[in-house]
């Protein structure tokens, strides 16, 4: 029964630690006005008949503070990757030298920082509530446990460490999405 109830505990974490991880990807590709790589993670080209990452297909860089480098492995790829991320809808307009990719990351408005640090909020909330389903049905194996046999301290001690992890999780949500809307705001 304390092994079920350790399984248990341990099954909650990689939930948890998975709405932590999702979250961190996400919280990356939202642009704090300064270039990053990571951003074009979502970007898919049509390699040969086949959707790639364009990562899988080029190397991205980040030279400078405002631009990022997209060096593909193959140049007759170049004016695909433009289209690809032009039809992305990042709001960048990429130019080629006929080697590489340049994009030029414009500086953000005030408007445009409160709307990604909405938006980087709406995702912390995600992993909240990602994070509190975890909880919730932790909480009802263990009262499941209960009600096959388990003793009512165990099963307090177990809902208590239970809440003890949830608030951890939750209180890494909140430092995740403070640095990330200090990194918005950040000019």
């Given at each position: 029964m304390n092994e079920e109830l350790g399984l248990y505990l341990e099954d909650v974490k990689e939930k948890m630690d998975a709405a932590i991880d999702h979250l961190e990807r996400v919280l990356a590709k939202i642009r704090?006005?300064?270039a990053n790589p990571a951003i074009l993670d979502t970007?898919?080209?049509d390699y040969y008949g086949t959707a790639?990452?364009?990562s899988r297909i080029s190397?991205?860089?980040a030279p400078d503070a405002r631009t990022i480098r997209v060096q593909p492995f193959e140049r007759n790829m170049i004016s695909?990757?433009?289209?690809?991320?032009?039809?992305?809808?990042?709001?960048?307009?990429p130019s080629n030298n006929g080697e590489a990719?340049?994009?030029n990351v414009p500086p953000l408005t005030e408007e445009r920082r409160r709307d990604l640090v909405k938006q980087a909020k709406n995702e912390g909330e995600v992993a909240k509530v990602s994070i509190r389903n975890a909880r919730r049905d932790t909480n009802e194996e263990i009262k499941k446990l209960q009600k096959n046999g388990l003793s009512e301290d165990l099963a307090k001690g177990a809902e208590a460490e239970v809440q003890e992890i949830t608030n951890k999780y939750s209180a890494k949500t909140d430092e995740l999405l403070a640095e990330k809307e200090k990194d918005i705001m950040t000019i």
């Open positions: 704090a006005g300064r970007v898919m080209i790639t990452q364009l190397s991205i860089s695909t990757i433009e289209k690809a991320i032009l039809i992305a809808n990042l709001g960048f307009n990719i340049i994009i």
